[in-house]
């Protein structure tokens, strides 16, 4: 064999040769881990906010559940079906007119009085005639229980003739013993009638004060209309009151 030779046989072409594969060893005493798959996402601490948020409840139907228990609550106590027959319509007994009020609303006329009602749970005509008497036993019952010293005076009035308001306001406020009468407001119908709106106070005594709104339904003949009710109760019976005037009619 010749030099040439010899050399040839122990050189490899490096085309023909592959790198070798990598295999990784385990160490001796411990078994090799199997390949396992990657696991779920967790719920810990560390996990971020919006994989958390899409796991969880919504909120609406939780809060829709709370609001119509509450509607229901709310129709049982309230029960605004019963309310309207707690409504009856009362001949006010003056100018043929006719009004729907509460039902404690009964009618009181006094004899001799012609031409005057007042529709509340007690008569105060009284109160509106200028008897102390009365106006002390309102004070009181304006105390200890204001529904019952609320109601609407009626008065069929021929003095009160006056067209400028404010001699209408001072025909009214002479014609209400210890009134005091507020200049005229906004113009209004009452029964399909020009009526002329005022407010005003009754002093029933010191610290006893009954909150006024009057109408004066000028023709065919003056018909006055008051509207009272103590003065820290007064706001929470305008709905009443302007449904009672509403409903007034021939």
Do not use: C
């Amino acid at each position: 064999m010749s030099a040439d030779e010899g050399s040839s046989a122990e050189v490899y072409p490096f085309g023909k040769r592959s790198a070798p594969r990598r295999e990784t060893s385990t160490p001796p005493g411990e078994d090799a881990a199997p390949d396992s798959p990657p696991s779920a996402p967790s719920s810990a601490p560390g996990e971020p906010a919006s994989a958390r948020q899409r796991r969880r409840w919504p909120l609406w139907p939780v809060v829709g559940a709370i609001l119509l228990a509450a509607a229901v609550v709310l129709l049982v106590l309230w029960r605004p079906w019963e309310r309207e027959t707690d409504r009856v319509t009362r001949q006010l007994g003056v100018g043929g007119y006719s009004a729907d009020v509460p039902r404690d609303w009964e009618p009181w006329r006094r004899p001799g009085t012609e031409g005057q009602a007042v529709l509340a749970p007690i008569d105060w005509s009284g109160v509106f005639l200028g008897e102390p008497s009365a106006r002390q036993e309102a004070a009181g019952a304006a105390e200890r229980d204001p529904e019952s010293a609320v109601g609407l005076y009626v008065a069929e009035r021929p003095l009160l003739n006056a067209r400028d308001p404010v001699q209408q306001r001072e025909q009214i406020q002479a014609s209400l013993p210890a009134s005091t009468i507020s200049p005229a407001g906004d113009r209004t119908e009452i029964a399909g009638r020009e009526t002329s709106t005022f407010d005003g106070s009754l002093q029933l005594a010191s610290d006893e004060v009954l909150h006024l709104h009057l109408y004066l339904i000028e023709e065919p003949s003056p018909v006055l209309l008051v509207l009272f009710a103590p003065a820290h109760v007064d706001h929470a019976w305008l709905p009443t009151f302007h449904q009672v005037t509403a409903s007034i009619r021939e």
